[in-house]
């Protein structure tokens, strides 16, 4: 089974970008439909956005359309969630997830959970 470990997150000013990562372990990307869901303090775990087991597709939230681009490397072993015109609302824990569910929206419809990483947003 793959195992899924973010990195990228930190501290930055509102209007700011950052990049987050996905690195697989114990096999690659590919035949996965991969998902970034966020949980910000008291509050339920969001969907953020997926892709497409090929890599073609995206979906988004409303509330980060326009602004977050999920992409995948060519390898197909790291998954990014690039990040811009960041707001404070934006501050969450960012989770990627792994499953098989074309176009899932819900925690339900991924197997395979990262233990997320901290992007905290400044006003």
């Known amino acids: 089974q793959v195992q899924l470990v973010e990195s990228g997150g930190g501290l930055v000013q509102a209007g700011g970008s950052l990049r987050l990562s996905c690195a697989a372990s114990?096999?690659?990307?590919?035949?996965?439909?991969m998902g970034w869901f966020r949980q910000a303090p008291g509050k339920e775990r969001e969907f953020v956005g997926t892709l497409s087991r090929t890599g073609r597709t995206t979906y988004y939230a409303d509330s980060v359309k326009g602004r977050f681009t999920i992409s995948r490397d060519n390898a197909k072993t790291t998954l990014y969630l690039e990040m811009n015109s960041l707001k404070p609302e934006d501050t969450a824990v960012y989770s990627c997830a792994a499953g098989f569910v074309s176009g899932g929206s819900r925690d339900s419809d991924y197997k395979y959970w990262g233990q997320g990483t901290q992007v905290t947003v400044s006003s």
């Open positions: 114990g096999g690659t990307l590919s035949g996965y439909v």
